[in-house]
């Protein structure tokens, strides 16, 4: 089973940007499509974006299209979600995620078995 950290949070200003990282153990984070989600105090968790194990299909949550880009980089077992144009909306816990089912219903929570201990994001206005 892989094992996940996230890393790369803090406080930004509005319109600023962070990227932060997902650091995978294990041998076989290749085959494994990841997805990042986010959970703000009293709220539920949000999906964010997702990236095939092969890093060549991406999806988003509408909220984040076009600010938010997910990437990765199986030589180094790390998935990035660099985070443009930030808004005080965006303050929540980060989460990466891992599942290793062939299927692709990457918006739901339970699509995914392991998860990280997730990064604080924290957007003044």
């Known amino acids: 089973q892989v094992q996940l950290v996230e890393s790369g949070g803090g406080l930004v200003q509005a319109g600023g940007s962070l990227r932060l990282s997902c650091a995978a153990s294990?041998?076989?984070?290749?085959?494994?499509?990841i997805g990042w989600f986010r959970q703000a105090p009293g709220k539920e968790r949000e999906f964010v974006a997702a990236i095939t194990s092969s890093g060549t299909s991406t999806s988003y949550a509408d909220s984040v299209k076009g600010r938010f880009t997910i990437s990765r980089d199986n030589a180094k077992n790390t998935v990035y979600l660099q985070m443009n144009s930030l808004k005080a909306e965006d303050t929540a816990v980060y989460y990466c995620?891992?599942?290793?089912?062939?299927?692709?219903?990457?918006?739901?929570?339970?699509?995914?078995?392991?998860w990280g201990q997730g990064t604080q994001v924290t957007v003044s206005s």
């Open positions: 995620a891992a599942s290793p089912y062939f299927y692709y219903t990457e918006k739901s929570p339970t699509y995914y078995n392991a």
């Open positions: 294990g041998r076989t984070f290749s085959r494994y499509n």
